[in-house]
């Protein structure tokens, strides 16, 4: 049929079996011409409804559009002209074969549709299609027979069909340029991102990204380098798209756990009745116990839904699933091929009368085999890394949203700890599992194909190699689990008194560290080991079974490819288990948080037109279930406008009733009305890291004079003064350097600028001084202040206010026991009166009260002008939380004027560009940018580590490592000259000692390899042990060294991340990196060894290509390396921000903030992800470069075997190809080592940044104090000055006074006097400017820091408690007996508390002492000040959180105990130091008054002053 259709013959394998083989024209006319064009006509239609659907605005006409439409427009006027040429030749006879009509007629419609399709193709943002740019392939492809055929006809002198033929050659050069221009990328206006508008070619080979690659080479790249997400795969279109998903998902897995309830309910019915009555009569440790063994079982007997994670993950992102599901069975296919062709190649050298053409084509074949299946892999990595991160994004948006839901019950599941790692770890495990996820079917696939494949060369004896195989395959398993077991156990007690204790557990885990190296030894020596073993064993077995078997190069060398195949699903495949088991563990935890309970907030109504502005009604809360409630049938009115105090004893409910007002609490019954938006202020106030302005601001929009009010109001604006940069300054993680009172009145303006309608704030008057007390409470709270007219709720333990209130609400045990107006109540003579009467005494409060509404004038003299404070106390105030710690000193940022944090980075440019202008004021910037180092890591930082292995292991290491490769050659040559036995004897007369000789020769070979592997790697691990444990102590001992001004300006996250990241990096991933990289480098370079042995010419192909090779090793290196470092500085702020939203969650519910917060974390997740994506795409970019050099040294090696293969045989060939086959792999493999060293030596540098921190004075020195010392406590300060940094003002400016033996002086003055100072000075917190500070004789700055710090006690203003037991807390030394530290605890008030305790003195203090009230630690750090018993007592005003019972207590405590004592008290209410022998009043660091308190009272000073102010005339009026 086709044969008359061409008048010629259609097909005949003479054709091919001569040594100028060709194919029929009439199959190039036909078969070859309409495959491109099927191709094209049937897709065509579902690509223009594609381009349909989804089209944009059409884009401009650009020139390449142009060029392409003109060039297609050239063919088909080809294509008429021969249609043409074709008619006119026609006369009638039927001489002119159909074909040559039907062609060029297919042509013309071919090509205005392809002028259509261009042209749809402007309404597309990637302008060049998948679809276009294949067909020009193929039609290249296929054009290239009939190319050759036509040109040697023409060579032949046949020139009869000369117009076909020039009209032929036209179109195919054509066909070519078309093909050359859709290569490349137009460029689109609407977006900046260059892989949306790549071409087909582009994408696929990931040339788009050179530019980025370019430019991170010349300089180190920046996030704004980094290109934006597609909208496709940003933060808030995935999780949309996941949380319909998980919606349907969720509700079934509900239901299925009702189900299972049901069931269970019904079973157990019986057995409830008998154990009721035995509850009851459980004591409480059982229950305890109980409690604990519930927790640890808590996989097992917990009802949470279950299983529906990984549904809806799949729903979500199936269509990824898929199309690289197809990718990687495309590759795993060709990948067999490759050993077919080999097979074909080593016949072919054999046989000498095989024609030259089919070696050449077998080479190209080899070629494009291994292209496409580059093509397939990197493209299919690309996708799982993708979705990898894509799921990880995923879960940590909905971690971060589900924070802000979940209850209260729930939440107190876990810790802020335990949520952070949900986000970090659990997300992280997903990641690496979808990566992996293909792994399951396709490991199974190759291995079915290899041992099939091994079963057609060399029979059942495969079955002994495999069974070696599968046998290490359980050995290698048992091998992981146990290094899971050992897997290292991180710790975070970093406290000065605790480095021994550290030091232990470090040496428990360097212990594990090389039990772990070792196990992981053993794994990589059977791993090395199997292809080697599985090759002799095989082989032996072959050889002995049957003396017929000969080895010969065909069966040998493409069953060394087959095993190096198998090699790769047999390791992957324990290790796609364990991260299989460890993300389902991951999965369980995430589906317990994402399926945990919401907030239920059904019991407050929010009513718009209301008469009341709140009202309670029967309204029981509690705070958890199973406890009785903590707030009982409250009923309560409170009208617009009104300023109501709810009063009460620590612990009678006023704050669990301001929760339960914001919904916080579990509601029991009754429910709670309120009209209005709501501003809270909580009792320890919560700010954010940022600058103080963000912090007033809280989102909302400038308002500069309502701003200005604010500030002036809430008495911020002293502290603006001396805090340097004004509300420009940065504060620090939770506020850590400014003092209480500071953030309580932070957190005041915040709610205070907020236009609310409610303010709820509870006792935001406790850490302030009296006289900002007084004026915050005239300028804001009070019926003049800012919020009259607004609703206010005011907790309050400061009685001065009350007569200025609407309405009292006294609170006992969770219920209302009184209520009304200050008169009403003191003339009901209830429990108010009594109260009342307890505190004042005789404090004149009654005449007090009436004083008060005038005392507006005398505030000028309190509040210095403005103008009086200096410049640069600067940073005085900024006292950090831990009162000992309490110095600011940083280094000087005038180098770094214009860097900016990430943060600001983020934030929209144009605000940048404003501040860029001014100049950072010195000191603004507290916490230092954390450093990202830039460009080449340094030689000195390996050096470093080198050193710390031990020079003459490395050397032992390498040598090692060299008699593997030398061994490795060796056994290569030796079974390329056993397979050319096959042609010196035939199977018969094989001789049995010539054979065994072959066996013995090539397992001892093998056996060598794997013995100096196995030396090398337990030389290395020991190395890398030894130089971790070396890199730890010196970081150790360095960072609690380390001044206080250090750990002020460096977040605790970053010293943690330190010890906890960077030491695990060098613990674990720096040494395995490095070990696989000497091994691939020696790999390849045998490699490269064995061709050149074999063909010496290859040395000319190997050095260019060398070249290329380190070239983009070059680029890729400086671009990946800077990547990486800043996706690690990305993803910390998403990790710290999410700690502060936790931390500040009731606050963020309260303003309604949860979707500017969420908004918040989407931005810096997407920052993330577009330096991960990057970073994914750089290692695409590079591998696919790689495997392509990987392919040219396979392609020239073929090469060489055909054009030399008169010179060499069979066994060579096997022997050079199977080798090469295998560089791909480890080609890729070495550039992905030398980056992995690199980024991960980096951990080496940071630890060696911390290394290099400068140290405080030494802890001890040769000057000891006497022993004893001090045995008075006299000290006596001698003009004594003192500064922050060098570069400002002194603070203390000399300072000169006596303070005699058992001496009681209070120290008073306002915010920023100088007064936190002094404790500085007297612990060398800050070393002097000048002047001297002498303790009983002896100068402080001349003994060491530790003689001097035991001998004086501190009770800090802020209690530090670490978690721990409350023993360790008192005694963390343990140097004292249980009865001390019961009478210690007795003398401040917790015996009681204590006792009464399950555990007692082994109490568990959760983090920061979270599990006890504010109360209660400031008397456990009473506690430790009594224990140690010392002649000096600094007290910082330590009363401020304590109700006035309380403070009475720790008073008396103090006066009866410390009275053989010096004492300093720091005060900020002026009537706890009344009773002192002397006072010094401090005034911009200087002594402006001194002497007892009765003279000072009557000179009219500043002090008398502040006195009047408090309320106290005489020393006497103050006597509790």
Not at 534 to 539: A, D, E, G, L, W
Not at 1461 to 1466: E, G
Request: hydrophobic content about 45%.
């Amino acid at each position: 049929m086709l044969e008359k259709f061409c008048n010629s013959t259609f097909w005949n394998s003479s054709f091919l079996d001569s040594p100028e083989a060709d194919l029929p024209l009439c199959f190039e006319q036909t078969v070859l011409v309409w495959i491109p064009l099927g191709f094209l006509w049937l897709l065509a239609p579902w690509q223009l409804l594609h381009v349909y659907r989804t089209k944009i605005n059409r884009s401009s006409i650009t020139k390449l559009y142009l060029a392409k439409q003109v060039l297609v427009g050239l063919l088909l006027i080809l294509a008429a002209i021969e249609l043409a040429l074709v008619l006119t030749e026609d006369s009638g006879q039927a001489t002119v074969p159909a074909i040559r009509y039907t062609n060029p007629s297919l042509y013309l419609g071919t090509w205005l549709l392809v002028l259509l399709f261009q042209h749809s193709r402007l309404w597309c943002v990637q302008k060049d299609s998948w679809f276009l740019s294949l067909f020009w392939i193929l039609s290249v492809l296929c054009g290239v027979f009939q190319f050759q055929t036509l040109i040697r006809t023409l060579l032949k002198g046949n020139n009869s069909n000369l117009a076909y033929s020039c009209l032929f050659f036209i179109c195919y050069a054509l066909n070519v340029l078309i093909l050359i221009l859709s290569a490349f990328s137009e460029k689109d206006d609407s977006s900046n991102n260059p892989s949306f508008t790549a071409s087909f070619l582009s994408s696929i080979t990931f040339s788009w990204y050179d530019s980025i690659v370019l430019k991170g080479y010349k300089q180190p790249l920046t996030l704004e380098d980094v290109w934006d997400l597609d909208e496709k795969i940003k933060t808030k279109t995935l999780v949309s798209k996941f949380e319909k998903c998980m919606a349907r998902e969720l509700q079934k897995a509900r239901k299925a756990v009702q189900r299972r309830q049901r069931g269970r309910a019904q079973g157990n019915s019986g057995d409830r009745l008998h154990g009721l009555n035995k509850n009851q009569s459980q004591s409480q440790d059982i229950l305890v116990l109980e409690d604990v063994k519930k927790k640890e079982k808590s996989g097992t007997t917990e009802n949470f839904p279950k299983a529906w994670l990984v549904k809806t993950l799949f729903k979500t992102f199936y269509v990824i699933l898929l199309k690289s599901f197809l990718l990687k069975l495309m590759h795993d296919l060709l990948m067999f091929l490759n050993p077919q062709l080999l097979k074909l190649l080593i016949s072919f050298a054999n046989n000498r009368d095989a024609y030259v053409w089919a070696g050449y084509l077998y080479s190209v074949l080899f070629f494009v085999v291994a292209l496409i299946q580059s093509l397939c892999l990197q493209n299919y990595f690309e996708l799982c890394f993708m979705l990898g991160t894509s799921v990880r994004a995923t879960i940590m948006a909905s971690v971060y949203k589900k924070a802000l839901t979940l209850s209260n019950h729930s939440r107190k599941k876990y810790t802020i700890g335990e949520t952070v790692n949900l986000m970090s770890v659990d997300a992280q495990k997903l990641m690496d599992v979808t990566s992996f996820i293909h792994l399951l079917w396709s490991n199974i696939l190759q291995i079915t194909l290899s041992i099939s494949f091994l079963w057609a060369e060399l029979g059942p004896s495969v079955l002994a190699g495999v069974g070696v195989m599968v046998l290490l395959i359980p050995i290698n398993g048992i091998l992981a689990a146990k290094s899971r077991a050992v897997q290292i156990l991180k710790y975070f007690a970093w406290e000065p008194s605790f480095k021994k204790q550290v030091r232990e557990l470090r040496k428990k885990e360097l212990e594990n560290l090389l039990t772990f190296g070792q196990i992981q030894t053993i794994m990589t020596f059977l791993l090395q080991l199997s292809p080697v073993l599985v090759s002799v064993i095989t082989f032996a077995v072959y050889v002995l079974v049957n003396s017929n078997n000969v080895l010969d190069a065909e069966k040998a060398f493409t069953s060394i490819t087959l095993f190096n195949i198998l090699r790769f699903p047999l390791g992957m495949f324990p290790m796609v288990i364990t991260s299989m088991l460890q993300a389902s563990v991951s999965t369980e935890r995430l589906e317990k948080y994402l399926g945990g309970d919401d907030l239920d907030t059904s019991a407050i109504r929010h009513e718009y037109n209301f008469d009341k502005a709140v009202q309670f009604s029967e309204a029981s809360f509690t705070w958890d279930r199973d406890l009785e409630a903590t707030i009982r049938d409250v009923n309560l009115d409170i009208m617009p406008g009104q300023l109501v105090a709810v009063v009460g004893t620590v612990g009678s409910g006023k704050s669990s009733l301001m929760s339960a007002m914001l919904g916080e609490m579990e509601n029991v019954h009754g429910h709670i009305t309120i009209k209005g938006t709501i501003a809270y202020v909580p009792q320890q106030s919560w700010i954010q890291n940022g600058t103080l302005k963000d912090n007033i601001l809280f989102g909302s929009e400038l308002d500069e004079k309502k701003y200005q009010q604010v500030l002036e109001a809430c008495a911020l604006l002293p502290d603006l003064e001396v805090l340097p940069g004004g509300d420009l300054a940065e504060i620090g993680e939770k506020g850590i350097n400014l003092s209480g009172g500071q953030k309580q009145r932070i957190s005041l303006a915040r709610a205070t600028y907020q236009n609310s309608d409610i303010y709820v704030l509870d006792d935001p008057l406790s850490a302030v001084d009296a006289h900002v007390e007084k004026h915050i409470f005239n300028k804001v709270l009070g019926p003049n202040g800012l919020l009259k007219g607004k609703t206010r709720l005011l907790i309050t333990h400061s009685i001065r206010f009350l007569p200025q209130v609407d309405e009292i609400v006294v609170l006992g045990n969770g219920t209302i026991l009184e209520k009304g107006s200050y008169s009403t109540l003191l003339a009901k003579k209830g429990l108010f009166a009594k109260i009342l009467k307890t505190s004042t005494k005789q404090m004149g409060l009654e005449g007090e009260a009436t004083v008060n509404e005038d005392s507006e004038e005398d505030d000028c003299g309190l509040m210095p002008s403005v103008e009086e404070i200096p410049e640069e106390v600067a940073s005085l105030t900024m006292r950090r939380e831990n009162s000992l710690h309490r110095t600011l000193s940083h280094s000087s940022r005038s180098s770094s004027r214009h860097r900016k944090s990430l943060k600001n980075s983020l934030k929209t440019r144009n605000v940048n560009t404003l501040k860029e202008e001014e100049e950072l004021v010195k000191g603004q910037k507290l916490i230092k940018k954390e450093f990202i180092q830039t460009g080449k890591v340094k030689l000195s930082i390996y050096l470093k580590y080198l050193r710390a292995m031990g020079l003459c292991l490395i050397f032992f290491i390498i040598i090692a490592y060299v008699i593997n490769a030398v061994a490795y050659i060796g056994s290569n040559l030796w079974l390329s000259a056993w397979t050319n036995d096959s042609k010196t004897y035939n199977g018969t007369n094989y001789p049995a000692s010539q054979r065994d000789l072959r066996v013995g020769v090539y397992g001892a070979l093998g056996l060598v390899q794997g013995v100096f592997v196995l030396l090398g790697n337990l030389c290395s691990a020991r190395a890398s042990t030894h130089a971790s444990n070396i890199l730890h102590k010196q970081l150790l001992t360095n960072i609690l060294r380390a001044p206080m001004s250090f750990f002020d300006t460096t977040p605790t996250g970053r010293i943690v991340n330190r010890f906890a990241g960077d030491i695990s990096m060098v613990d674990d991933t720096l040494p395995l990196s490095l070990r696989s990289w000497i091994l691939c480098f020696l790999a390849i370079i045998s490699t490269l060894v064995m061709i050149c042995i074999a063909t010496p010419i290859f040395i000319t192909i190997t050095i260019p290509l060398g070249i290329i090779y380190t070239f983009v090793q070059m680029l890729y290196v400086a671009t990946s390396r800077q990547l990486k470092r800043l996706d690690s500085v990305t993803r910390s702020p998403i990790y710290s921000h999410f700690s502060e939203t936790v931390s500040g969650l009731s606050v963020i519910r309260a303003f309604e903030h949860q979707q500017r917060f969420l908004k918040h974390n989407e931005v810096g997740i997407d920052t993330n992800q577009k330096c991960v994506f990057s970073w994914i795409v750089s290692n695409r970019w590079l591998a696919v470069r790689l495997e392509l050099i990987g392919n040219l040294i396979v392609f020239f090696a073929s090469m060489m075997m055909v054009i030399y293969r008169d010179t060499l045989s069979g066994d060579t060939v096997g022997f050079v190809l199977s080798n090469a086959l295998n560089i791909t792999q480890t080609l890729t493999w070495l550039v992905r080592m030398t980056s992995e060293v690199e980024t991960n030596i980096v951990a080496v540098e940071r630890i060696n940044e911390y290394i290099k921190v400068e140290n405080e004075a030494p802890w001890v020195t040769d000057k000891r104090p006497p022993p004893g010392w001090p045995s008075k406590g006299e000290i006596q300060f001698n003009n004594y000055q003192l500064r922050y940094r060098p570069e400002l003002d002194l603070i203390l400016k000399g300072i000169t006074c006596d303070i005699k033996s058992m001496e009681k002086v209070g120290v008073v003055g306002r915010t920023g006097a100088g007064k936190s100072s002094l404790t500085n000075a007297l612990f060398r917190i800050l070393e002097a400017a000048g002047g001297q500070i002498i303790i009983d004789g002896v100068d402080i700055a001349s003994i060491g820091l530790h003689d001097l710090r035991e001998k004086l006690t501190i009770i800090p203003q802020d209690p530090i408690l670490f978690s721990g037991s409350l023993r360790m807390n008192l005694d963390p030394f343990n140097n004292h007996s249980d009865e001390e530290i019961w009478k210690a605890l007795e003398l401040a008030h917790l015996k009681s508390f204590v006792a009464g305790l399950q555990l007692g003195l082994s109490h568990k203090v959760t983090e920061a002492g979270d599990n006890l009230s504010i109360g209660q630690r400031q008397l456990l750090c009473l506690a430790r000040a009594l224990l140690r018993k010392s002649k000096i007592l600094i007290m910082d005003e330590a009363t401020a959180a304590v109700d006035i019972e309380t403070d009475h207590l720790i008073q008396t405590t103090i006066q009866k105990e410390f009275s053989r004592c010096t004492t300093i008290t720091i005060a900020h209410r002026l009537h706890t130091i009344m009773d002192s022998d002397k006072i010094m009043v401090l005034d911009n660091g200087k002594i402006v008054e001194y002497g007892t308190p009765n003279e000072l009272l009557k000179n009219s000073g500043p002090f008398c002053l502040m006195a009047k102010e408090a309320g106290i005339e005489n020393v006497n009026s103050t006597s509790l």
